[in-house]
């Protein structure tokens, strides 16, 4: 059952908030090329309008069903089936609204720093924002491809252009992963249509159509493998991480505010759409597989993170390990570990977002992102050092923060299914207050070695006006989870429900389910 947009606001929503962030950019870049204070405005604008819509959106969502709302449908290429088809439900739903306001914190936080060729920066960004939007309301998978492709030009122009020293290196790199990726997707794509097409008749790119297919195992794991690496290479998982730590570092703080706070979300969204929702007994057979790629990404992240000499890098690897969880809990396949999971991702978008931003601002007064360069910031930075401690203790999970929730019930999840991967995936815990604390000691505190410190002033109001939604994001949802619950119960009850026959007809347990995969010797 699909919801449409007369039903709940009355116009085409979702086409209006995918579009507009582009429809703002074609003004800037129409009109406002010598006009710099005009242009930063028309780009925090849109951003504003975009998010009020989302959040106007969001007051007329339905929750307690699973269903797709606020869809649009129209044919857009009628011999190849090819429709215009947006729609939303709650996981959908909260990864908009996320990309709106992180949209948002990145345009701020670049209010000043950006020196160069600043129009086409902040016309990338709100390209940026209509091709990840749209990637989280496509209900078409032609429709999906083609804003899978889109978000991937003005990041790779972000990293390319206004990145640091080995900016192009890093930027060709992450293009390269990615696009791998999206050639073995396509493949998939064209594969599982083409099939659907030879038996029944009739040739369609519709998402929901083509879950009800019931395709014959081979071509399952065939297709499997081919969005599978798509997304894995997107979150990423390990093996194939490698192009973040050099992407992060070299970004610029909003391209990596943007990258960690919603690009890495795609890969996971991708996964619950397509690999479990087209696929779920291939998903169910994979699981051993990625419950031990998540727990060594989970635990060589955090290692990596420990020994850092760059705040970015650090960071960067950290991503690494909280994205591991992030998988673990959705492959867990049960009610506790897929909410967590998207929950997760959420919260990862704001703490990972926020730290990025913190490193921006100290790189912006002192040009140096090396940890050994710092020592006794919180003595000329307070409030800084006030709001690093808040989004430091949320990112290794203190109660009361967004980070504990998450990773409270993906742990639970991954117990239920198998306590080894419970236990294994807790290091990565003990490891991420350790790499944390340690950062933020021996940046904050210690003697203040530099003295170039005394000279620089604390956060400005910007910053601060910048930090404060990102810091009451943190305390809200750590206090008062409760709305996001909401939002996930009914597609997250649809997930689980989707894999439980081949969970039970494999066993349910790791062992069963190794043993049953593997042949046997668990």
Known sequence: MEFGFAEQIGFRALTVLTFLPAVGALIMLLF???????YKATALVTALVTFALS???LTKFKTGTADFQFVENFLWIPGLGINFHLGVDGISMLL???????TIIAILGSWNYVKDRQLAFFISLLLLETGMIGVFAAMDLFVFYVFWEVQLIPMYFLIGIWGGERRIYAAIKFFLYTFVGSVLMLVAIIGIVWWYSKNAGVTTFDIMTLQQAGFPYNVQA???????????????MFPVHTWLPDAHVEAPTAGSVILAGILLKMGVYGMIRFCIGFFPEVSVKAVPWVMILSVIGIIYGAAMSLIQPDMKKLVAYSSVSHMGFVTAGLFAFNL????GSVIQMINHGILTGALFQMVGFFYERSHTRLIKDYGGVAKPMPVAAAFFSLFVLGSLGLPGLNGFIGEFLILVGVFQYAKVFAVLASIGIILGAAYLLWMYQRTMFQELKNKKWLKVGDLNAREIVTLVPLAGLALFIGVYPAPLFNLLAAPSQNIVAQVQPYMAEYGGSFLKLASSIFGGGF
């Open 222 to 236: 065939l297709a499997f493998v081919g969005f599978f690496i798509a997304f894995a290479i997107k979150v990423p």
């Open 336 to 339: 506790q570990g897929v909410q």
């Open 96 to 102: 908009i609204l996320l990309t709106s306001f992180l």
């Open 32 to 38: 406002m090329r010598k006009r710099e204070s005009a």
């Open 55 to 57: 959040l106007y959106m």
